[in-house]
């Protein structure tokens, strides 16, 4: 499977599976890794029990262009941009541009 951390992950997210924190951090840590398609699933996860979770929609973002969809990053990502301006979080915002600008 993996290491020992990734194993902690995949059993809170057996254990607390309407948490979308536990499914960030599993998908942050995969992401890390590179291993894309499994982050963009903990990611999406994450998105869909909290679609207002900017730190996640910035890693599925991430995720998407690391496996190549490139399209969709941008939506995501453009989405994540239009929500850290929303909670007010201008540097993230930023952070964003410049990762728009890259794809």
Known sequence: MGSEREA???KLAADHPRSPMV???????????RRYAEAVESLRTAVSLQPD???????LGDALAGSGQRDEARRVLEGAR?????QKHPSLAEEIDERLGDL
Do not use: I, N
Request: a negative charge; charged letters at 20%.
């Open 23 to 33: 499914h960030f951090s599993l998908g942050k840590l995969l992401l890390d890794e």
């Open 53 to 59: 979770y900017a730190a996640a929609l910035v890693a």
């Open 8 to 10: 902690q992950f995949r």
């Open 82 to 86: 239009d929500t850290a301006l929303a």
